[in-house]
Structure formats: structure tokens, C-alpha cells
Nanobody, 123 residues
Framework: QVQLVESGGGLVQAGGSLRLSCAASGRTFSSFVVGWFRQAPGKEREFVGGIDAIGVWKYYGDSVKGRFTISRDNAKNTVSLQMNSLKREDTAIYYC????????????????WGQGTQVTVSS
């Protein structure tokens, strides 16, 4: 079992930045790949990006590429999502998710989820 807790959400103006964190506890976190997802009201859950178990390989969704950066610190059991140049359309609940081995973009392939943190971008 892995327990995930997101933090760092809030209200920010368009063009601003936020840094989300995903703190993990339980099984050896360094064995897990982590994906970030978001879900806006009335929309499907969207893949934001992901990072492999050792933090070398990263992948981003097209809507955030070049603006968001994922990193991880396995010594601290955390994965971060740095969000820059935020837009109103980035408003959503952001979730981190984990699974072993490969890094998929489909949410149903992840085994463990956090409770989510709200990000609201105002104009």
C-alpha cells in the first residue's frame, strides 16, 4: 500500500506560479512511478505529466508542456509539480497517482491516488 497526500493548491492569478507536492508513505516509494492528473468541473480526468521511479524519464501532456515541470526526491518520498505561466484553463483539482513499473497516461491504470488539491487560476 502507498498513501498519497497532495498539497500546495490555492488561488493564483493568470501568469503566476504554484508548486504542488505529493507526499507518499507506506511501501518503498522509490519503486513507484507517479502521474499527475487534473479534473475540471464537467470534464474528464486529464493526464498532466508523469515521472519514472528514479526521476530520469518524464512525460507531459500537450496542454502543459513547457510550463509545468515534475521532479521527485525519493529520500523525502515526495514528487513535485511546478506550474508556471498558469492559465485560467489550468483550474482544476489536481491529483497525484502511483503504480509500479511503467508510466501510463490513462488514469484507470494507476493503483493509488491522493485526495486531490484545488488549483484556481483567476484572470
Amino acid at each position: 500500500q502507498v498513501q498519497l497526500v497532495e498539497s500546495g493548491g490555492g488561488l493564483v492569478q493568470a501568469g503566476g506560479s504554484l508548486r504542488l507536492s505529493c507526499a507518499a508513505s507506506g511501501r518503498t516509494f522509490s519503486s513507484f512511478v507517479v502521474g499527475w492528473f487534473r479534473q475540471a468541473p464537467g470534464k474528464e480526468r486529464e493526464f498532466v505529466g508523469g515521472i519514472d521511479a528514479i526521476g530520469v524519464w518524464k512525460y507531459y501532456g500537450d496542454s502543459v508542456k513547457g510550463r509545468f515541470t515534475i521532479s521527485r526526491d525519493n529520500a523525502k518520498n515526495t514528487v513535485s509539480l511546478q506550474m508556471n505561466s498558469l492559465k485560467r484553463e489550468d483550474t482544476a483539482i489536481y491529483y497525484c497517482a502511483a503504480r509500479l513499473r511503467r508510466l501510463p497516461i490513462d488514469s484507470y491504470e494507476y493503483d493509488y491516488w491522493g485526495q486531490g488539491t484545488q488549483v484556481t487560476v483567476s484572470s
